[in-house]
């Protein structure tokens, strides 16, 4: 039931994404989504604070388990776990509605000439992305423990947010030949900003 509901809250949000992405802007949907996974990391690693994670069982073999310490109160036996499994539904959420989709979608920023090879090294280096993060995921959850390896995560998010809110320009609403022109002269996020406010504008 778990996987079921992030699996289902990940479908409904990158439908979501489909439909609005060109409405709201890729630059827009990142810069707000990316906040959002942060906070969704940040409650899951306070989920975890009240939960400790044994690597063995009874048996003596190892094992994944959830066990609430001793000292830890009735109330957070029963909100933790749910605090955990909310905050992960809201990760994925933003991340199906912002960084699942956008990064698909980045072919327009590269000129026709480079448009094939910019679109492989950005697809290789969003799959090597995923390898490290699968790779090291189980070694940082028991080398660091839970909580502050979604902490860590969470800052990964926030640095992220700063790169787009530095160098990732808007494109909503420009051909390709001007979402071409925008990278021509340092990294175009002022430039797309005007252009698209004066399209919404003459739309207006």
């Given amino acids: 039931m778990t996987a079921l509901s992030v699996a289902l809250t990940n479908f409904v949000f990158t439908c979501l994404?489909?439909?609005?992405?060109?409405?709201?802007?890729?630059?827009?949907?990142?810069?707000?989504?990316?906040?959002?996974?942060?906070?969704?990391?940040?409650?899951?690693?306070?989920?975890?604070?009240?939960?400790?994670?044994?690597?063995?069982?009874?048996?003596?073999?190892?094992?994944?388990?959830l066990a609430l310490r001793e000292q830890d109160v009735r109330l957070s036996a029963n909100t933790a776990p749910l605090l955990v499994l909310a905050s992960v539904m809201l990760y994925v959420a933003a991340y199906a509605f912002g960084l699942g989709n956008v990064p698909w979608m980045q072919s327009e920023l590269f000129p026709l000439n480079v448009r094939s090879l910019g679109s492989g090294i950005s697809t290789t280096m969003n799959w090597s992305a995923n390898f490290v993060v699968g790779l090291t995921f189980l070694p940082m959850m028991e080398l660091l423990t839970p909580a502050f390896t979604f902490v860590i995560y969470a800052v990964v998010c926030v640095i992220g947010w700063l790169f787009i809110l530095r160098i990732y320009p808007e494109t909503k609403g420009l051909s390709l030949e001007e979402t071409g022109a925008l990278l021509g002269h340092g990294w175009g996020v002022k430039k797309s900003n005007t252009v698209t406010q004066m399209a919404s504008h003459a739309i207006i």
């Fill in 17 to 65: 994404a489909l439909v609005l992405i060109d409405r709201v802007g890729r630059r827009r949907i990142l810069l707000i989504s990316i906040p959002i996974m942060a906070a969704g990391l940040s409650l899951c690693s306070l989920g975890f604070l009240f939960i400790h994670m044994s690597s063995h069982d009874k048996s003596g073999t190892s094992s994944w388990s």
